[in-house]
């Protein structure tokens, strides 16, 4: 079973920018699709960006398009999601899994919030 650990949330005005990491155990981590999810208060959880094993090619959600870019680093069994124009409505906890049938044991996630 992988083990998923993700870092870099924090609170930030609107119109900031953000860098999620997300660190993967195991060595098959590579073969797989990977994608960025978060859940906001009272809300389900829902996919932001998704990429294929080799990063070569990525998904986003309407509501991030333009405004993050995922990527990952397989040599260091890391996603990556790069926020950028980040707005209120941004604000959630944001978690990393594979995609799709994401494993059944997620990460503590990442607390994002968008706020003056």
């Known amino acids: 079973q992988v083990q998923l650990v993700e870092s870099g949330g924090d609170l930030v005005q609107p119109g900031g920018s953000l860098r999620l990491s997300c660190a993967a155990s195991g060595s098959i981590f590579g073969i797989y699709d990977m994608g960025w999810y978060r859940q906001a208060p009272g809300k389900q959880r829902e996919l932001v960006a998704k990429l294929t094993s080799s990063g070569s090619t990525k998904m986003y959600a309407a509501f991030v398009k333009g405004r993050f870019t995922i990527s990952r680093d397989n040599a260091k069994n890391t996603v990556y999601l790069q926020m950028n124009s980040l707005k209120p409505e941004d604000t959630a906890v944001y978690y990393c899994?594979?995609?799709?049938?994401?494993?059944?044991?997620w990460g503590q996630g990442t607390q994002v919030t968008v706020s003056s």
């Open positions: 899994n594979k995609y799709p049938s994401p494993w059944v044991s």
